[in-house]
């Protein structure tokens, strides 16, 4: 699956409001997020600098907030249950 980067502010800002469907992992340098404006149910993974998974939300539905997490360094959002097999500890390469 392709892994596309928000790097932009307006990138960022819009992440994937208003999206009903989507094929591929949006990542964000980032420790926390929203899902105000979604329109389905996502996973996401944050991870440190190095990959190593610290927090994994699955089926996260819309209108929820992630808070600033100590340590994280990247999010990633994507299709519920792309990445089923991961835990936490685990390393992410994408």
């Given at each position: 699956m392709e892994v596309k980067?928000?790097?932009?502010?307006?990138?960022?800002?819009?992440?994937?409001?208003?999206?009903?469907?989507?094929d591929y992992i949006l990542k964000f340098k980032t420790n926390s997020i929203h899902t105000f404006f979604?329109?389905?149910?996502?996973d996401v993974i944050l991870t440190d600098k190095n990959g190593k998974i610290m927090y994994i939300y699955?089926?996260?539905?819309?209108?929820?907030?992630i808070l600033p997490k100590k340590g994280v360094k990247y999010t990633?959002?994507?299709?519920v249950?792309?990445?089923?097999n991961k835990k936490i500890g685990d390393k992410l390469n994408l």
């Open positions: 980067e928000a790097k932009t502010f307006t990138q960022k800002l819009k992440g994937l409001m208003f999206q009903k469907k989507f979604m329109k389905t149910n996502i699955r089926n996260l539905k819309p209108n929820k907030i990633f959002e994507m299709p249950n792309y990445l089923n």
